[in-house]
C-alpha cells in the first residue's frame, strides 16, 4: 500500500473541496443537457431494414437501385381482411370502397387491389407507405380503417414490411423508460445488499446514470452528424453496457478507497491513494472494451457498424465517471459514505500484513477458497477445464442461421397474424415480393427464366407507378393496363412472387437459386426483397464471425501484454475467457432449444456474445492479475495470487452480479434477440465470475508459479524469492528492481 497522510496532514483547500465541488458540478451540467436529449433519439434512430442491410451485399445494391423506380422512399403495408365463408358480391363492393380511403391514409403511390384469394375467402391490399413519414403511427390507422370499415364479423390485419416494422418499433418502446428502471432497480437492490448502505449505492448509481446522460450525448452527436446509423437494439445495448461497466468501474475504485480508509483518517488523501491503484486496471478494462467494441467496423452489417462506435462511446463515459465523478463525490462524502458501516482505521502492525502463505487476515468464502486452490491447484484447474468444455459441446446445437422475421417479435403481434393469414389464403410469399433488376435488353429472357424457377409462383414487369404488366386483357370497364416497363438507366424491375414465406428457409433458397440461374444470361442481374436481404445479413453475420474474432482476441492479448509486463499469462487469460465463452453459448443452445423454444438464433447473436464475454470477461481479470502482480512484486507469485484472490472477491463477484442483473434486464424487451443476448450475457458473466475468476485462472497461475509472468524478470525464480524476503513497507523498491 502507498503511504498517505495521516489525520494530521494538511491537504491544501483546492484539493480538499474546490476539485470535487467543480467535478461534480460539471458533471451536473452534462447530465442537465444529456438527460433530456434521451428523449431526443428518436429523432436521430431508425428500425426500419436499412438500418441493418449488409453495406456491400447485392440486396443492398438491389435496393440502391429499386430507389430510382420510385419518387418517394415507400415500403408496402399488406392489408388482408379475412372471412370464415365466401365473400358475397355485396361484401366484395363493400370492400372494394375501401380503396380510395387506404390511398388517403398511406400517402404513397397508388393502392393494389382489392385482390381476392382463390378460396373467396380472403381479400388482399397492397399500401405503399412513405416511409419518410411516421410508419407506426400510420399503420395504426390504416389497422383502425379496416376494422371498422370491414364487413361485420371479418378479421383484418395490417402486415408486410410496413405492419412488421411498426411492431417491431412498438416492441422497442420499452427502450427508454422500462429497461432503464428495471436496470438500476436491479443494481440498487444488490448495492444495497453488497454495502449495506444507503448513501454509496446512490453514489454509485449517480455515476452510472451521468454516465449515460454523457453517452446519450455524445452518440446523439454522432448520429445528429450522420457519422453512425441508430437504432433500438443499439440504444437498449449501449443503457445496459453503461450502467453495467460504470457501476463495475465504480466498485473497483469503492473497494479500494475503502481499503485506503483503513490506513489512514485523511479522506482526501484515501481518495488519492484509491485513484492512484485503481486508474490503470480500470483503464485497461475499458480500452479491452472499447476497441473490442471498435473491432466491429470491420463489419459489411450496418447495424453491427452501428454498434460499434454507439457502445464504445458510453464506455468511455464509463470510464471518465468512475475515475472523475466517483472520485469527487467519495472526497466530498468520506467515511460517511459507507453509514452505519463506516471503515475503521487499523493498528500499523495490521497495515501490511506479512504473507507467507496468502491466506493470512483473510477470512469466510474467500479463504476457503484460497485454501482449496493452494491444496489441490491442478486438480482445481484441471476439473474447471473439464467442466467447461463439456458445457462448451452444446455449441453443436446452436441454431444461429436466422429466425424469420415474423419470429422475431415475442408479444402478440397484428403483422405476425396477418402473415399467418397471407399463407393460408394466398402464395406465401405475396405482399413481400423478390425484386429483380435487369438489363432492358435482356428482361425477358430474365422474365422467362424467373418463372420457370422452382418455388416462383408468378413475375412480372413493373411500369411507372410500380403498377404490374401482366399480360392479360383489362377487365370490361377498367382501365387499360401499361404495356411498357419503366426504365431507369438501362435497368428494369421484375417482381417475382414466392411459393413460400418471405422469412422462411425455402424462400430463401428460390432466391439462391435465381441468382445462379439469372447471372446465366445477364451477369448484371440483382436479386433484392426481403428474403434476398435476410440472405445477404445472415451470410454476411457468420462471416463477420470467422473476421472479427481473431481481431478481438489479437487486440485484448496486446493490451494483457502491456498491462502485466509477460507473455504467457495473457495468453492463458485469453485462452481461459474463449473457453468460457463456449461454455456460455454451449448452455444457452440447449436452453434456447429445450427451454424456452425458439426456432434458432439470430446469426449476429454469436459475434455480439463474443465480443461482450470476452471483452468483459478480461475485465475481471484483469481486476484479478493486476492485483495479483501487486502483491506478486511484495510477497512472491503464490502467495500474492491467494492474496489477490482475497481481496478482490467480494468486489469482482459483486460486480458480476451487477454486470448480470444488468445485461438480463434486457429481457424486458420482447425481441428474440436481446432476450438470447441477455440470457448469453448474464449467464456468461456468472459463469466467468464464478468459476472462471475464482478458480480456473488462480488455480492455473498458483500451479504454474512464478513462470505465469514469463518473460518478464519477476518470472525467473530468484526474482520471485527476492520478492518473498522483501519487507511489505518497500513495494515500490520491489517494483523498481522487477521491472
Given at each position: 500500500m502507498n503511504k498517505t497522510p495521516r489525520s494530521g496532514a494538511r491537504v491544501p483547500f483546492w484539493l480538499r473541496w474546490l476539485v470535487p465541488v467543480l467535478l461534480v458540478f460539471t458533471w451536473l451540467a452534462i447530465a442537465g443537457i444529456g438527460g433530456p436529449t434521451f428523449g431526443r433519439l428518436e429523432e436521430v434512430s431508425s428500425n426500419d431494414q436499412a438500418s441493418f442491410l449488409p453495406a456491400g451485399a447485392e440486396a443492398t445494391a438491389a435496393q440502391d437501385w429499386q430507389a430510382k423506380f420510385r419518387d418517394t422512399d415507400e415500403i408496402p403495408a399488406v392489408i388482408v381482411i379475412e372471412s370464415d365463408s365466401a365473400f358475397t358480391p355485396a361484401q366484395l363492393g363493400e370492400v372494394a370502397a375501401l380503396k380510395g380511403d387506404l390511398e388517403a391514409v398511406g400517402a404513397g403511390s397508388t393502392v393494389i387491389g382489392p385482390i381476392p384469394s382463390e378460396d373467396g375467402k380472403a381479400v388482399q391490399f397492397v399500401v405503399p407507405i412513405d416511409s419518410a413519414g411516421e410508419v407506426k403511427e400510420m399503420v395504426a390507422e390504416l389497422r383502425e380503417e379496416v376494422q371498422a370499415s370491414a364487413p361485420e364479423g371479418m378479421q383484418t390485419f395490417v402486415t408486410g414490411p410496413a405492419g412488421l416494422t411498426a411492431d417491431l418499433v412498438s416492441a422497442f418502446a420499452g427502450i427508454d423508460g422500462i429497461l432503464l428502471l428495471v436496470a438500476l432497480?436491479?443494481?440498487?437492490?444488490?448495492?444495497?445488499?453488497?454495502?449495506?448502505?444507503?448513501?454509496?449505492?446512490?453514489?454509485?448509481?449517480?455515476?452510472?446514470?451521468?454516465?449515460?446522460?454523457?453517452?446519450?450525448?455524445?452518440?446523439?452527436?454522432?448520429?445528429?452528424?450522420?457519422?453512425?446509423?441508430?437504432?433500438?437494439?443499439?440504444?437498449?445495448?449501449?443503457?445496459?453496457?453503461?450502467?453495467?461497466?460504470?457501476?463495475?468501474?465504480?466498485?473497483?475504485y469503492v473497494a479500494r478507497f475503502r481499503e485506503a480508509l483503513t490506513h489512514t483518517t485523511n479522506r482526501t488523501a484515501a481518495v488519492l491513494t484509491a485513484w492512484k491503484n485503481s486508474w490503470e486496471p480500470i483503464v485497461a478494462s475499458g480500452a479491452t472494451v472499447i476497441i473490442a467494441l471498435l473491432c466491429l467496423l470491420f463489419s459489411d452489417l450496418n447495424s453491427n457498424k452501428a454498434l460499434g462506435p454507439v457502445a464504445a462511446a458510453g464506455i468511455l463515459c464509463s470510464l471518465f465517471a468512475a475515475l472523475t465523478?466517483?472520485?469527487?463525490?467519495?472526497?466530498?462524502?468520506?467515511?460517511?459514505?459507507?453509514?452505519?458501516?463506516?471503515?475503521?482505521?487499523?493498528?500499523?502492525?495490521?497495515?501490511?500484513?506479512?504473507?507467507?502463505?496468502?491466506?493470512?487476515?483473510?477470512?469466510?468464502?474467500?479463504?476457503?477458497?484460497?485454501?482449496?486452490?493452494?491444496?489441490?491447484?491442478?486438480?482445481?484447474?484441471?476439473?474447471?477445464?473439464?467442466?467447461?468444455?463439456?458445457?462448451?459441446?452444446?455449441?453443436?446445437?446452436?441454431?444461429?442461421?436466422?429466425?424469420?422475421?415474423?419470429?422475431?417479435?415475442?408479444?402478440?403481434?397484428?403483422?405476425?397474424?396477418?402473415?399467418?393469414?397471407?399463407?393460408?389464403?394466398?402464395?406465401?410469399?405475396?405482399?413481400?415480393?423478390?425484386?429483380?433488376?435487369?438489363?432492358?435488353?435482356?428482361?425477358?429472357?430474365?422474365?422467362?427464366?424467373?418463372?420457370?424457377?422452382?418455388?416462383v409462383g408468378d413475375a412480372y414487369l413493373l411500369a411507372d407507378g410500380g403498377v404490374p404488366i401482366t399480360g392479360a386483357p383489362a377487365a370490361p370497364g377498367a382501365p387499360a393496363a401499361p404495356t411498357e416497363p419503366a426504365?431507369?438507366?438501362?435497368?428494369?424491375?421484375?417482381?417475382?412472387?414466392?411459393?413460400?414465406?418471405?422469412?422462411?428457409?425455402?424462400?430463401?433458397?428460390?432466391?439462391?437459386?435465381?441468382?445462379?440461374?439469372?447471372?446465366?444470361?445477364?451477369?448484371?442481374?440483382?436479386?433484392?426483397?426481403?428474403?434476398?436481404?435476410?440472405?445477404?445479413?445472415?451470410?454476411?453475420?457468420?462471416?463477420?464471425?470467422?473476421?472479427?474474432?481473431?481481431?478481438?482476441?489479437?487486440?485484448?492479448?496486446?493490451?494483457?501484454?502491456?498491462l502485466l509486463r509477460s507473455v504467457l499469462a495473457?495468453?492463458?487469460?485469453?485462452?481461459?475467457?474463449?473457453?468460457?465463452?463456449?461454455?456460455?453459448?454451449?448452455?444457452?443452445?440447449?436452453?434456447?432449444?429445450?427451454v424456452f423454444g425458439f426456432p434458432g438464433a439470430d446469426a449476429t447473436v454469436p459475434l455480439f456474445g463474443f465480443v461482450f464475454l470476452v471483452a468483459l470477461g478480461v475485465d475481471y481479470n484483469i481486476f484479478l492479475m493486476s492485483r495479483v502482480r501487486e502483491e506478486s512484486l511484495k510477497h512472491g507469485t503464490r502467495a500474492g495470487v491467494l492474496r489477490g484472490l482475497g481481496v478482490t472477491g467480494g468486489v469482482i463477484t459483486s460486480a458480476g452480479v451487477v454486470l448480470a442483473a444488468t445485461f438480463a434486464a434486457l429481457g424486458v424487451i420482447p425481441i428474440m434477440f436481446l432476450v438470447q443476448l441477455a440470457f448469453i450475457v448474464a449467464f456468461g458473466v456468472l459463469l466467468d465470475t464464478v468459476l472462471v475468476r475464482s478458480l480456473l485462472v488462480p488455480a492455473l497461475a498458483y500451479d504454474i508459479g512464478p513462470r505465469i509472468w514469463w518473460p518478464s524478470k519477476l518470472g525467473r525464480p530468484e526474482a520471485d524469492a527476492a520478492a518473498r524476503t522483501l519487507p511489505a513497507a518497500e513495494p515500490e523498491a520491489a517494483e523498481a528492481g522487477i521491472r
Open positions: 432497480g436491479a443494481v440498487f437492490l444488490i448495492l444495497l445488499i453488497v454495502y449495506r448502505s444507503l448513501l454509496l449505492p446512490i453514489a454509485v448509481l449517480f455515476t452510472s446514470v451521468f454516465a449515460l446522460c454523457a453517452a446519450i450525448l455524445l452518440v446523439f452527436g454522432m448520429a445528429k452528424l450522420g457519422w453512425i446509423q441508430l437504432n433500438g437494439q443499439s440504444q437498449g445495448i449501449l443503457s445496459i453496457l453503461v450502467i453495467g461497466a460504470a457501476t463495475d468501474y465504480a466498485l473497483l465523478l466517483l472520485p469527487a463525490l467519495m472526497a466530498l462524502l468520506g467515511r460517511a459514505a459507507f453509514w452505519p458501516f463506516v471503515p475503521k482505521l487499523l493498528p500499523e502492525t495490521e497495515r501490511e500484513p506479512e504473507l507467507v502463505t496468502g491466506l493470512e487476515g483473510q477470512k469466510g468464502v474467500w479463504r476457503a477458497t484460497g485454501s482449496l486452490v493452494s491444496r489441490r491447484p491442478r486438480t482445481v484447474w484441471i476439473a474447471s477445464v473439464l467442466l467447461l468444455l463439456v458445457a462448451s459441446a452444446g455449441v453443436l446445437q446452436l441454431k444461429a442461421n436466422g429466425v424469420p422475421q415474423t419470429d422475431v417479435i415475442l408479444t402478440a403481434s397484428n403483422a405476425v397474424d396477418g402473415q399467418d393469414a397471407l399463407a393460408r389464403h394466398f402464395d406465401a410469399g405475396s405482399g413481400s415480393p423478390a425484386v429483380i433488376v435487369a438489363d432492358e435488353a435482356k428482361a425477358q429472357e430474365v422474365l422467362e427464366q424467373t418463372k420457370a424457377t422452382d418455388g426504365v431507369r438507366d438501362g435497368k428494369v424491375l421484375i417482381n417475382a412472387t414466392l411459393n413460400f414465406a418471405a422469412d422462411s428457409n425455402e424462400a430463401e433458397d428460390v432466391v439462391v437459386a435465381l441468382r445462379e440461374d439469372l447471372k446465366k444470361i445477364d451477369d448484371g442481374a440483382l436479386v433484392g426483397g426481403v428474403t434476398a436481404t435476410a440472405l445477404d445479413t445472415n451470410t454476411t453475420a457468420q462471416r463477420d464471425l470467422v473476421t472479427i474474432i481473431p481481431v478481438v482476441l489479437a487486440v485484448i492479448l496486446v493490451i494483457l501484454m502491456l495473457p495468453v492463458l487469460l485469453v485462452a481461459s475467457v474463449v473457453l468460457s465463452y463456449g461454455a456460455a453459448m454451449g448452455v444457452s443452445a440447449i436452453v434456447f432449444n429445450n
